[in-house]
């Protein structure tokens, strides 16, 4: 519904997909203040498994899954919408900047405090969750 009313807005001279993202994370920043509970992803509960030749091999790629899921968890909201933007959809730190209307040097600066969190949240998820 969201989609069907805000569609006058977009400028069809800039790429699609950054503003759907700024669209859908407004939309759930919205759902999250509404019921007033914390942001979790679903990702893991949703995810479609790939299959694998080999068993072991699967299981990896599950726990792999599963920590980066749960690192992104740890990031606040306004830095991971940036660092999975960029990182994961490959988007170029000037749409993610316009798509999110933030400063591009806002961008930069949540990109680089994200990456540190993904980071420390992902060696401590390791340690505590003897994931290797």
Known sequence: MVLYRRWGEYDQTRSL???????VLGVATAQRRRH???FSGTDAQLEVEDPAPQPEQAVQVRQTRALV?????QIPLKRRAVL???EIDQVPMREVASALRIPVFTAY???RKAKIEFRAAAEALR???GLS
């Open 109 to 111: 600066s949540r990109l």
């Open 17 to 23: 997909r950054p503003w759907l993202f700024a669209l």
């Open 69 to 73: 899921v749960s690192a992104l968890d």
């Open 127 to 129: 340690k505590n969750g």
């Open 36 to 38: 007033a509970r914390e």
């Open 84 to 86: 999975v933007m960029h």
